[in-house]
């Protein structure tokens, strides 16, 4: 991908990444050890093996964190997640003290996801457009 179809993609989502909603900054792009903040990658909605094209209208920037997240994980580390998530669930189902305790992170987690998704929502309708009104 050449750097201006880079950049078409960053600015699809003003910079932010389309899963969790944070900023990331153009040139941090790819992997490094450490502090990936502000890192992110070209994800391609429909993937490459499903017939997605290469076409910056079919890819979406991705920070490093969730497009690792949801790509790097397989095999034994995807059943662990799983495992977790079923004792997680039952533990909610029974209402234990883990399992409300989980419910609350879950609920908080989730109201953090919609106000950062809200606040891209506004970042997005207060960009101008081309003739620079607000679209
Ligand atoms: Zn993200």
Same mark, same amino acid.
């Given at each position: 991908?050449?750097?201006?179809?880079?950049?078409?993609v960053?600015?699809?989502?003003?910079?932010? $990444?389309?899963?969790?909603?944070?900023?990331?900054?153009?040139?941090?792009?790819?992997?490094?050890?450490?502090?990936?903040?502000?890192?992110?990658?070209?994800?391609?909605?429909?993937? +490459?093996? +499903?017939?997605?094209? +290469?076409?910056?209208?079919?890819?979406?920037?991705? $920070?490093?964190? $969730?497009?690792?997240?949801?790509w790097?994980?397989?095999?034994?580390?995807v059943? %662990?997640?799983?495992?977790?998530?079923?004792?997680?669930?039952? %533990?909610?189902?029974?209402?234990?003290?883990?399992?409300?305790?989980?419910?609350?992170?879950?609920?908080?987690?989730?109201?953090?996801?919609?106000?950062?998704?809200?606040?891209?929502?506004?970042?997005?309708?207060?960009?101008?457009?081309?003739?620079?009104?607000?679209?």
């Amino acid at each position: 991908m050449t750097e201006k179809q880079l950049r078409q993609v960053w600015d699809r989502t003003s910079g932010h $990444c389309h899963f969790c909603g944070d900023p990331v900054e153009f040139e941090k792009r790819g992997w490094k050890d450490g502090d990936l903040t502000g890192y992110w990658e070209v994800d391609h909605v429909i993937q +490459k093996g +499903k017939g997605g094209s +290469k076409s910056v209208e079919n890819c979406l920037a991705a $920070c490093t964190r $969730c497009n690792r997240l949801r790509w790097h994980r397989q095999g034994e580390a995807v059943r %662990e997640l799983l495992f977790l998530g079923l004792i997680a669930r039952d %533990e909610i189902a029974k209402s234990t003290t883990t399992g409300k305790m989980l419910a609350q992170l879950r609920e908080k987690r989730l109201a953090q996801n919609t106000l950062r998704r809200k606040s891209m929502r506004t970042t997005l309708l207060d960009m101008p457009n081309d003739e620079g009104e607000a679209v």
